[in-house]
């Protein structure tokens, strides 16, 4: 609670410099880029169904999207003298908003990969997860290799590179949802017997969730990690958001950040 105390005091901090800096023309310090002088706020696209990336939280009685990928958009709107808003969607949704130019950024955990990169364009990455295999407890003996997985159902999050990895299974059956709390549910109720994410947000979903926990089985995915995507050609933002993560990573804000976002999604 108090971490966030803070956080929201940045924000807010933020939020008032930005006021300050729309009334004169001159500069603000670290601000080098033409467009964001201009704009006021920069639109984050998200999907806050993935622990500890980015989540929904009761934050002081309130709903609120919080998590690790949030932290650091807060950064790169901090940076630009800009207030962030958050728009939450369906992971699928994400690149088509991007393009359209009604969101200026994506951060949502998004690996990219090679035909994300044809449509737009992302900055370096930020960080690396492995893929896991969620299955219910008592099935986790059934499931110690990729072979046990074959012709098994899988409820998958549509538009994720983890609809490739589980198409790439001989005979998977695979149900697509939009968000990952409904596999989740679909999961448990045996609708589907088996989903793969990341290990991070697997983790946090098993130790938030009964019944649910990590199969042997470990899906082979060569990922570069993820990367924060940009509508095609923006090199100016691009180039911002690489510096400020070249800043957090020089002040090693990263781990901090994925350490308080863990703790934070494990919380009641
Ligand atoms: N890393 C995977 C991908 O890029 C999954 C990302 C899902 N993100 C989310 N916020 N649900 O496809």
Same mark, same amino acid.
């Given at each position: 609670?108090?971490?966030w105390?803070?956080?929201?005091?940045?924000?807010?901090?933020?939020?008032s410099? !930005?006021a300050g800096c729309g009334n004169?023309? +001159?500069e603000?310090?670290?601000d080098?880029?033409?467009?964001?002088?201009?704009?006021?706020?920069?639109?984050l696209?998200?999907?806050?169904?993935?622990p500890?990336?980015?989540?929904?939280?009761m934050?002081?009685?309130k709903d609120?999207?919080?998590g690790?990928d949030?932290?650091?958009a807060k950064?790169?709107?901090?940076?630009?003298?800009?207030?962030?808003?958050?728009?939450?969607m369906d992971?699928?949704?994400?690149l088509?908003e @991007?393009?359209?130019g009604?969101?200026?950024?994506?951060?949502?955990?998004m690996?990219?990969d090679?035909?994300?990169?044809?449509?737009?364009?992302?900055s370096?990455?930020?960080?690396?997860?492995e893929q896991?295999?969620?299955?219910?407890e #008592?099935?986790?003996?059934?499931?110690k290799t990729?072979k046990? @997985?074959?012709?098994?159902?899988?409820?998958i999050q549509?538009? +994720?590179i983890q609809?490739?990895?589980a198409?790439?299974?001989?005979?998977?059956k695979?149900?697509?949802?939009?968000k990952?709390?409904?596999?989740?549910?679909? @999961?448990? +109720?045996?609708?589907?017997?088996?989903?793969?994410?990341?290990?991070?947000?697997?983790e946090?979903?098993?130790?938030?969730?009964?019944?649910?926990?990590?199969?042997?089985?470990?899906p082979?995915? #060569?990922?570069?990690?993820?990367?924060?995507?940009v509508?095609?050609?923006?090199?100016?933002?691009?180039? #911002?958001?690489n510096?400020? !993560?070249?800043r957090?990573k020089?002040?090693?804000?990263?781990? #901090?950040f994925v350490?308080e976002a863990?703790?934070?999604?494990?919380?009641?």
């Amino acid at each position: 609670m108090k971490k966030w105390g803070i956080l929201t005091v940045c924000l807010v901090l933020a939020g008032s410099l !930005l006021a300050g800096c729309g009334n004169k023309p +001159s500069e603000q310090a670290g601000d080098t880029t033409g467009s964001a002088k201009e704009s006021k706020t920069i639109v984050l696209g998200t999907s806050a169904d993935f622990p500890p990336y980015e989540f929904h939280k009761m934050v002081d009685g309130k709903d609120q999207i919080v998590g690790f990928d949030i932290e650091i958009a807060k950064q790169i709107a901090a940076d630009m003298g800009a207030k962030l808003e958050v728009k939450d969607m369906d992971f699928k949704a994400l690149l088509g908003e @991007l393009s359209s130019g009604r969101v200026d950024f994506v951060i949502s955990g998004m690996t990219p990969d090679e035909n994300r990169k044809k449509e737009v364009d992302f900055s370096n990455n930020y960080y690396k997860a492995e893929q896991a295999v969620v299955v219910r407890e #008592q099935d986790k003996d059934k499931y110690k290799t990729m072979k046990s @997985l074959e012709g098994v159902s899988f409820g998958i999050q549509t538009g +994720s590179i983890q609809e490739d990895i589980a198409k790439s299974i001989p005979g998977a059956k695979i149900t697509g949802l939009g968000k990952i709390n409904d596999i989740i549910m679909q @999961l448990n +109720s045996g609708r589907v017997d088996a989903s793969i994410m990341e290990k991070p947000v697997a983790e946090a979903f098993i130790k938030n969730v009964k019944g649910l926990t990590i199969a042997e089985a470990v899906p082979e995915y #060569q990922e570069d990690g993820y990367a924060i995507g940009v509508k095609k050609g923006n090199k100016e933002l691009v180039d #911002q958001i690489n510096k400020t !993560l070249d800043r957090l990573k020089s002040e090693n804000k990263i781990d #901090q950040f994925v350490s308080e976002a863990s703790d934070l999604a494990v919380q009641k």
